[in-house]
Nanobody, 116 residues
Framework: QVQLVESGGGLVQAGGSLRLSCAAS????????MGWYRQAPGKQRDMVAT????????NYADSVKGRFTISRDNAKNTVYLQMNSLKPEDTAVYYC?????????WGQGTQVTVSS
């Protein structure tokens, strides 16, 4: 069983920055993909960014390319999302996810609110 705990959300003005963290507990080994997804009120949950276990490959939603950066520290089983140049439309609950060994696990989510 894997548990994911996110942190780092909050309220920020447009143009500001936030860094989200997601720590995974449990024994994780082998290939896996960790990522961040977000869900705004009344909308579906969408992929923001994902990164493979080696860190060699990262994928971003078009809406965040050039502004957000995903990274991971495998020694700490932690994935990060550095969010710069934030916009009001980035406001959402951000969820961490890991896809590992045929299973998908989600964190509880952290609120990010960007004021104009």
């Amino acid at each position: 069983q894997v548990q994911l705990v996110e942190s780092g959300g909050g309220l920020v003005q447009a143009g500001g920055s936030l860094r989200l963290s997601c720590a995974a507990s449990g024994s994780i080994f082998g290939f896996n993909v960790m990522g961040w997804y977000r869900q705004a009120p009344g909308k579906q949950r969408d992929m923001v960014a994902t990164i493979t276990s080696s860190g060699d490959y990262a994928n971003y939603a078009d809406s965040v390319k050039g502004r957000f950066t995903i990274s991971r520290d495998n020694a700490k089983n932690t994935v990060y999302l550095q969010m710069n140049s934030l916009k009001p439309e980035d406001t959402a609950v951000y969820y961490c996810r890991i896809n590992w060994s045929g299973n998908v696990y989600w964190g509880q989510g952290t609120q990010v609110t960007v004021s104009s």
